[in-house]
């Protein structure tokens, strides 16, 4: 299967920080997405991103898609306690209409 | 009431025995999923289908098999469960067809599968 590398694999914070995360394959794919998983849950769709260096927000969240088509990043501004659980990266690819995950980086928010 | 559901939420099972999980959705959508999740390894794909005809084997598809008896309904079976199974199950659903609406997944939210 396809491989999406996520990185950190996990972070710890102070309550106000910023948050920055990225994931990266070495194949190219047009369509990546930002997922987050709250504890007990399933994942939900944060930000879905279409075109090559495209920066979307969804609030305190920022997310870009990469000029190489490689790589994506997500950031999370000013964090407060409810921004704790999984996030993951997703792509999707027209070969085999699949979805691919990163393995995820869990974040934590000391308040 | 949840889109996608899923049962049981929980199971302890035992080496050896059949077990099979179930998810239902009212969202409509032709698309179903089973996937896996384990710590570290984020979420693998199992099987998926296309349609009440269409079955597709994923990633990791040994050990386990499906039936989508309605478009509603997506199960997953492990005619024989072993503890290298034991992992959270999440089944999911997506569209095709509306601009953006097949590049979102929508999740239930997870079977805990232990066997022992």
């Known amino acids: 299967g396809q491989q999406l590398n996520q990185s950190p694999q996990s972070m710890f914070i102070q309550e106000g920080e910023d948050v920055s995360m990225n994931c990266t394959s070495s194949s190219i794919f047009n369509t990546w997405l930002w997922y987050k998983q709250d504890p007990g849950e399933g994942p939900v769709l944060l930000i879905a991103?279409?075109?090559?260096?495209e920066l979307t927000s969804n609030g305190r969240l920022t997310a870009q898609f990469g000029i190489t088509r490689k790589d994506s990043f997500l950031n999370i501004s000013a964090s407060i306690p409810s921004d704790v659980g999984i996030y993951f990266c997703?792509?999707?690819?027209?070969?085999?209409?699949?979805?691919?995950f990163g393995t995820g980086t869990s974040l934590t928010v000391i308040p | 009431d949840a889109d996608v559901t899923q049962t049981p939420r929980n199971r302890i099972t035992k080496t050896g025995k059949r077990i099979m999980l179930e998810c239902s959705q009212t969202k409509g959508h032709d698309r179903m999923y089973w996937y896996r999740q384990d710590p570290g390894l984020g979420l693998r794909l199992i099987y998926y289908?296309?349609?009440?005809?269409?079955?597709n084997k994923g990633e990791i598809s040994d050990g386990y098999s499906v039936s989508r008896q309605a478009q509603a309904k997506f199960s997953l079976s492990l005619e024989s469960a072993i503890p290298n199974q034991t992992a959270l199950y999440f089944c999911a659903t997506s569209d095709f067809g509306t601009s953006g609406a097949l590049y979102q997944q929508f999740f239930g939210p997870g079977t805990r599968l232990t066997v022992l």
């Open positions: 991103l279409y075109k090559a260096g």
């Open positions: 289908s296309f349609d009440v005809k269409d079955i």
């Open positions: 997703a792509v999707f690819t027209n070969t085999g209409n699949q979805f691919y």
